[in-house]
């Protein structure tokens, strides 16, 4: 199995919701990764784990709330987000080496919006 | 810090006609190099990636040679087909990448082919 996968497929919420979004890897990877996305610009980093330990928070705000409750899965909990949050959310994975992080395998997204 | 510039977007081709996307990157020692495709309403898919330099990955009729004396890593094809209409992005990993070790990508380019 080398696929990452990702639910919802899309999500709508209001500001004072709370959602989560997950993502599911059977590939043995020990490193994974939450992204936003925005139209037509390049992933940026949110999170990363490594041994179900968060290695990476890329200065994210509060209101996203990451947890990694066992090597194969990854979640990512909303809570009072903003419209300007509304993007494709990507989650992936790699594996963790000696040399560091293989090349990373992502899912399909969930396109957010926040209404 | 690390960075990667592709080449100003958008390119549309006809079918058939050849392929060419610049890549160009700047990093300490030798990074690993990848080319990432997005198709629309996707997520990321690794198309190819070269780890040292002088190496060549190849995928699906795609090309693209690792050089470190240009510091390029050029993608290529020989004849694009209408269904390789997507998004191509250019990223580098660090090398020996530790912990902190994170992707750094290139802004994209959108491919369309016309038949």
């Known amino acids: 199995d080398t696929e990452v996968t990702q639910t919802p497929k899309h999500l709508v919420m209001g500001m004072t919701n709370k959602k989560s979004l997950k993502c599911e890897q059977h590939?043995?990877?020990?490193?994974m990764y939450w992204y936003k996305q925005k139209a037509k610009k390049p992933p940026e980093l949110m999170f990363v784990?490594?041994?179900?330990?968060?290695?990476i928070n890329e200065s994210v705000p509060s209101r996203f709330s990451p947890e990694c409750p066992n090597s194969s899965l990854l979640n990512l909990h909303l809570h009072a987000l903003q419209p300007e949050d509304s993007a494709l959310y990507l989650c992936?994975?790699?594996?963790?080496?000696?040399?560091?992080?293989?090349?990373?395998?992502f899912g399909p997204g969930t396109r957010l919006t926040v209404l | 810090g690390d960075s990667v510039t592709q080449m100003e977007g958008p390119v549309t081709l006809s079918e058939e006609a050849f392929l060419t996307i610049n890549c160009t990157y700047t990093?300490?020692?030798?990074?690993?190099l990848f080319w990432y495709v997005q198709y629309p309403g996707e997520g990321l898919q690794l198309l190819l990636k070269?780890?040292?330099?002088?190496d060549k990955g190849s995928n699906k009729g795609f090309e693209a040679t690792y050089r470190k004396e240009t510091t390029s890593f050029h993608l290529e094809k020989g004849s694009v087909q209408v269904s390789d209409s997507a998004v191509y992005f250019c990223a580098l990993s660090p090398p020996l990448a530790g912990a902190n070790s994170k992707l750094t990508f290139g802004k994209g380019i959108t491919l369309s082919v016309r038949p």
């Open positions: 992936a994975s790699s594996q963790v080496t000696s040399g560091g992080f293989g090349e990373q395998f």
């Open positions: 070269a780890t040292k330099a002088d």
């Open positions: 590939m043995g990877h020990r490193a």
């Open positions: 784990y490594s041994y179900e330990k968060l290695s």
């Open positions: 990093a300490t020692g030798y990074p690993s």
